[in-house]
């Protein structure tokens, strides 16, 4: 071995060691990003090697999984969110008073239709009390709304009436199923309202008067 070259190219690494020479070197993002396309070329290279038909092969089978996802996604729809629904008004097919909406709650209870009939009947529990003038009659409102205002003249059916809300909503909006023990007990508080005295504060006591 010539002992002479040994100083000439360690004298070499010295000079290309300085910065000058690497001013348009990528940098290591540039460098990380180039071993990555040049990965995924040999994996690509390495499919279509072992697809049939080499890479017309693997191009037709991309199309096919393409072709499936776009008719999966045509099939099942857009995902969506829930809208939430409990906010909804609690009156939605026009103006009925409390008659109409318990002779449409018993004609679903005779049938069976329990998830029906305990929203008629919440529906005519509420309009009964806008009826005796317990409640303000206001459009939109809501099942929630509508026990908390009533709650204020009716305290002792305040937490029962609460609770009929919940379960107006949880039929209505929430996916539940009600049953004939739900509607017995939606019917005994209609029942009860109609004879409860409200108790009355100043405002309510004028207008009575």
Known sequence: MDTSRVPAREAARHELSKPMYHEN??????????????WIGDLLSSASGAAPGGPVGLVVL?????????????????????????????????????AQHRTAAETHAAAGRWNEAVQERM????????????????????????????????????ARLQAAARQF???????????????????ALDLELESAKPQLDGTLQEAAG
């Open 25 to 38: 070197d990528p940098n290591p993002l540039q460098r990380a990003l180039d071993h990555l396309w040049t």
């Open 62 to 98: 991309a199309l096919i999984v393409i072709a499936l996802f776009a008719a999966l996604r045509w099939r099942l729809g857009s995902p969506q969110r829930s809208p939430k629904r409990p906010a909804d008004p609690l009156f939605e097919n026009g103006p009925r008073n409390a």
């Open 123 to 158: 529906r005519a529990l509420v309009r009964s009390l806008e009826e005796r003038a317990l409640l303000d009659p206001r459009p939109g409102r809501t099942a929630d709304e509508a026990a908390a205002e009533a709650g204020h003249p009716l305290p002792a059916h305040a």
């Open 169 to 187: 909503d949880d039929v209505a909006y929430g996916g539940r199923t009600a049953d004939r023990q739900a509607y017995q007990s939606m019917l």
